[in-house]
């Protein structure tokens, strides 16, 4: 029944389902565009700043209507075959409502509200915009977070967000292999029609068709990944966060959650309890080492002014990447990392399926 409805919501896409994450500044319309065409679910990240979502919006629709995505023609659901991601702590809701009101996305992605009550607001809103079309999706990073959320804005799909996962999540939380089928368990047995339970889709720590397998197995409908289309073509990113995400391996040591890169960067508006993943550098050391806060920063700033060369190991530079990492080894298109993710589950799991015959 998920698989029907997966289906129907986006006709265009190929299962095993692929997502790939609404990376703020990152996960701009190229790459959004080239993962929707290679049968995935691209969003748009779209994050704390609406100022552009109009006219990306505007952009990826000609786009499209000059060169369909294949099975176009299936299109029944009259949205366009992409996805756009928020973070409801700092996205303006009134720009959000008009520019998807204009250009109605097949699904939203919604992250960090600062309450439920926000959260509702922003479903009920987008709803209304969209009349219904646009699917609603929720990153969550507990299984209490999920129930709330299920029950108080019944969305179509929750995203669930192991600790793994590069960037933003939660400080304290479980990876994806307890958590998936923890909340699967709980949203099975809430008092909400069979029909409207959200699907899940699992993310943080998946790179390629063997973590997607395992993702699969767990329950999850779809996975998502943020830290593989770093090492995109399409990617808005500098060479020197490209190149510390292909050199950097060993994540469960190299990579850690912490607030010291937010701090140094100035995004400091997340709601409490978060925090981000990302590769050490020395910034993080010497505040481990207990350099004076304001040096750092200059240090920082000064890294900022060296472009490119300002990341690595000895640099300074923010790398937000997940543990896995490590398994990202070379600069791909986005349509191949799709179709490699999606058909190296898909031969992992008919082995594993021969293997009990
Ligand atoms: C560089 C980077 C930026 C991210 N930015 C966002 C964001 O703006 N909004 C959001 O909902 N999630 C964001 N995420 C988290 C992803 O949604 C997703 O949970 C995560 O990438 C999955 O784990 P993975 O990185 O191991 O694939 C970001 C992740 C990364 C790596």
């Known amino acids: 029944m998920a698989l029907a409805r997966l289906k129907a919501a986006f006709p265009w896409i190929q299962t095993p389902l692929v997502v790939g994450a609404p990376m703020r500044l990152i996960a701009t319309v190229p790459l959004t565009i080239e993962i929707c065409r290679a049968g995935g679910i691209g969003f748009l990240g779209a994050g704390s700043d609406t100022s552009t ?9 000609a786009q499209f ?16 075959p992409i996805g756009v991601g928020f973070l409801n702590w700092g996205a303006n809701l009134e720009a ?22 926000d959260l509702i607001v922003w479903t009920t809103k987008i709803r209304e915009a ?20 299920t029950r108080a804005c019944r969305p179509e799909f929750l995203v669930v967000q192991g600790t793994d996962a590069g960037g933003h999540g939660l400080q304290q939380g479980a990876s994806i292999i307890p958590l998936l089928p923890e909340v699967s368990d709980a949203i099975s047995i809430l008092e909400v029609p069979e029909e409207e339970k959200p ?16 993702a699969l197995t767990l329950g999850a409908q779809g996975v998502v990944l943020g830290t593989r289309f770093l090492a995109s073509h399409e990617a808005n990113i500098a060479d020197g966060y490209r190149n510390e ?22 995004t400091t508006d997340w709601p ?25 920063k200059k240090l920082y ?16 530079m923010t790398t937000y990447a997940g543990t896995g990492v490590g398994l990202v080894k070379e600069v791909k298109k986005a349509g191949e990392i799709v179709e490699e993710v999606r058909s190296g589950a898909r031969e992992i799991l008919q082995r594993a399926a021969r293997s009990l015959a």
């Open 53 to 61: 979502l109009e006219s990306d919006l505007r952009t990826i629709h």
């Open 65 to 80: 209507i000059e060169r369909p995505p294949p099975n176009a023609s299936s299109l029944a659901t009259n949205t366009l």
């Open 96 to 117: 959000a409502v008009s520019a998807v009101s204009k250009f109605p996305p097949a699904a939203v992605w919604f992250f960090a509200p600062r309450s439920t009550n």
């Open 130 to 149: 969209t009349a219904g079309r646009t699917q609603i999706w929720v990153q969550v990073g507990t299984v209490t977070n999920a129930v709330e959320v």
């Open 199 to 214: 699907i899940l889709v699992a993310a943080g720590g998946i790179m390629e068709g063997r973590g997607a397998a395992a």
């Open 245 to 266: 995400v292909l050199r950097a391996s060993d994540g469960g040591k190299t990579t850690m959650r912490t607030s010291v890169y937010d701090r140094l960067r100035g």
């Open 272 to 296: 409490p309890g978060y925090n981000a993943r990302g590769v050490l550098n020395r910034s993080w050391t010497d505040a481990e080492n207990g350099m004076d806060w304001e040096e750092n």
């Open 301 to 316: 700033e000064d890294s900022v002014r060296m472009g490119d060369k300002g990341w690595g190991l000895e640099g300074r």
